[in-house]
């Protein structure tokens, strides 16, 4: 059974900082691809950023701002938010994609962030 659990999620005033972070289980972690993304109320849900084994690629609203990573021993893909904005409200979801010919793709339950002062 395939797991993906985010964590990290809250309200922060603007300008601060929230690392989320997902956990893994059930996936072969080290070979999918991994991403951010979010949906804000209203909105269509929207990448933020993803990962693979060699590179990295993020939204342009938020490049510069936030940073991901991962870390294949603990099966969990990190998402750093510096600066963050009103904008940034969104809830945040985690996605793995598999690679290859046939693609599988799970999702997290996803974490709220507000940011709001």
């Known amino acids: 059974q395939v797991q993906l659990v985010e964590s990290g999620g809250g309200l922060v005033q603007p300008g601060g900082s929230l690392r989320l972070s997902c956990a893994a289980s059930?996936?072969?972690?080290?070979?999918?691809?991994m991403g951010w993304y979010r949906q804000a109320p209203g909105k269509q849900r929207e990448l933020v950023a993803a990962?693979?084994?060699?590179?990295?690629n993020y939204a342009d609203s938020v490049k510069g701002r936030f940073t991901i990573s991962r870390d294949n021993a603990k099966n969990t893909v990190y998402l750093q938010m510096n600066n963050l904005k009103p904008d940034d409200t969104a809830v945040y979801y985690c996605?793995?994609?598999?690679?290859?010919?046939?693609?599988?793709?799970?999702w997290g339950q996803g974490t709220q962030v507000t940011v709001s002062s």
């Open positions: 996605n793995a994609r598999s690679p290859g010919l046939t693609t599988y793709i799970y």
């Open positions: 059930g996936i072969m972690f080290s070979i999918y691809a």
């Open positions: 990962i693979t084994s060699g590179s990295t």
